[in-house]
């Protein structure tokens, strides 16, 4: 299967993907890297990975549907399957998500949908979990729909939220989480052993 990556910055969960995809372990190629932010260093991962990166962004075209078509037309020309949001900081286009419905992931540094939504991400995420005295955090893995953190959950790794935790300490153990978690996920929606079904995570991750 042939997969997708789009991101906005640094790209640690890329790695973690392209590290499993080296290791044996994803069941899938990473033949694409979008990014929305040309200085991204995902773009530079996925270069010295020797993986197509492009920059496409929506404020180029003239309507949003222009700007859907033309992600259409990358993923389609290169076969891609499946679509990994890893730190991509847009709301995909509402066309896309129609077509390629059960198969976006997307990862968020937090419990869903308590600490999700628009602008909720990096620190921001962690700063409003220590503020409500939760004892618990952690990565949540998720199909994307048309709104910003709401599609159905796949998976979440517990992380505790220690006494006097910074959103910065927090942040580090979570997306240690997260790089652990995704390749698992992205591989059990590989295999089929989660699907989407009539808006529902169906199936389970193996142990
Ligand atoms: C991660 O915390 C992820 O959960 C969120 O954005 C961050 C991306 O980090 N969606 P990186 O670019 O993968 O390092």
């Given at each position: 299967m042939k997969v997708a990556v789009m991101c906005t910055g640094s790209g640690t969960n890329l790695q973690a993907l392209l590290d499993a995809e080296d290791g044996g372990t994803l069941g899938a190629r990473?033949?694409?890297?979008?990014?929305?932010?040309?200085?991204?260093?995902?773009?530079?991962r996925a270069k010295s990975s020797g993986r197509?990166?492009?920059?496409?962004?929506?404020?180029d075209f003239e309507t949003e549907n222009a700007y859907a078509d033309e992600l259409l037309s990358v993923l389609k020309d290169r076969g891609i399957e499946l679509i990994c949001l890893a730190g991509y900081l847009k709301r995909l286009p509402a066309k896309l998500v129609a077509e390629?419905?059960?198969?976006?992931?997307?990862?968020?540094?937090?419990?869903?949908?308590?600490?999700?939504?628009?602008?909720?991400?990096?620190?921001?995420?962690?700063e409003s979990v220590i503020a409500s005295?939760?004892?618990?955090?952690?990565?949540?893995?998720?199909?994307?729909d048309e709104e910003y953190d709401t599609g159905a959950i796949i998976a979440f790794t517990p992380v505790p939220v220690q006494p006097g935790d910074t959103p910065d300490?927090?942040?580090?153990?979570?997306?240690?989480?997260?790089?652990?978690?995704?390749?698992?996920?992205?591989?059990?929606?590989?295999?089929?052993?989660?699907?989407?079904?009539?808006?529902?995570?169906?199936?389970?991750?193996?142990?």
């Open positions: 990473i033949v694409l890297v979008i990014s929305n932010r040309s200085k991204a260093f995902a773009l530079k197509e990166a492009m920059v496409l962004r929506a404020r390629f419905r059960g198969r976006i992931l997307n990862i968020h540094p937090g419990p869903l949908p308590r600490f999700g939504g628009q602008g909720m991400f990096g620190h921001h995420v962690h005295g939760v004892r618990e955090s952690g990565p949540t893995v998720f199909f994307v300490t927090l942040a580090r153990r979570v997306l240690a989480a997260e790089h652990l978690l995704y390749p698992r996920v992205v591989a059990a929606v590989v295999k089929g052993q989660v699907q989407l079904q009539d808006g529902k995570c169906v199936g389970r991750l193996n142990d």
